[in-house]
């Protein structure tokens, strides 16, 4: 790896770092930059995922005053995750992306119309309807979202915060405060099976922790300190642009 690749690997590293502690789809630009130093698709995702996932530990540092209110949830939706990271880490490692990478583009842009429409769906429910209902159903949708972390990652934020969004859950702080660590533990898992069957550029991988390190924790703060109508608004436009670069790889 030259000095020129470390910079860019970092550089894009602490970007990812950023946009994952607010929205996610930070692999996003961490695979391209893989792919255009010369290394393999199914590798290049692997060190992705190996690269940013030291660094969430910054993003949960970052939200640590937020972290007991959402204790409960963690017990709810950790089971879950953990079964679909297992899952998802599996698949990458005995079947092609080609086509499940065509569905992408409709998750994330379902998933940010959602988010953005949530505030309108929350409103429009009767108050007696099933508040346990809307919890299991986001409970069972973590199961395909951590399978499909594991898998590929980009846009697993967003993903996440509809889920959350359809269950009741109206602080975007604490939403982003468990966004983040299911989003850990989802990328530790497939991380240590990526590096269990020798899946990692290691190099590279470092490169990307290196800058992820503060960009996770940049990000983190940062956020905080904007109102919460205006981290929705920058949310849904990572999540529009991430659909509109999904669309045009797969169909450009």
Known sequence: MTFLEFLALSAAGGTAGAINAIAGGGTLLTFPVLLMCG??????????????????AGSI??????LKAIRTRLLQFIPICLVG???GSWLLTRTSDDQFSKLIPFLVLFATVL?????????????EAGHSNALWF??????????????????????????????????????NTLKN????????IAALWFIAVGMVNWPQALALTAGALVGYYL???CSQRIAPQRVRNLIT?????????MFWKQFG
Request: aromatic content about 10%.
């Open 115 to 127: 988010f953005f429409l949530q505030g309108f769906l929350r409103r429009s429910q009767p108050k």
């Open 61 to 66: 540092v970052g939200f640590r005053g937020h």
């Open 219 to 221: 990000g983190a703060r």
């Open 138 to 175: 986001s409970i069972a949708l973590q199961l395909p979202v951590a399978i499909y972390g594991a898998f590929f990652g980009a846009g697993i934020g967003i993903l996440m915060l509809a889920s959350f969004g359809f269950m009741g859950m109206t602080n975007i702080h604490e939403m």
């Open 39 to 56: 290394t393999p698709p199914v590798l290049a995702n692997a060190t992705s995922t190996v690269g940013l996932v030291i660094g969430t």
């Open 181 to 188: 660590v299911l989003g850990s533990l989802i990328n530790v």
């Open 237 to 245: 436009l990572i999540g529009l642009v991430i659909s509109v670069l």
């Open 85 to 87: 990271a297992a899952v």
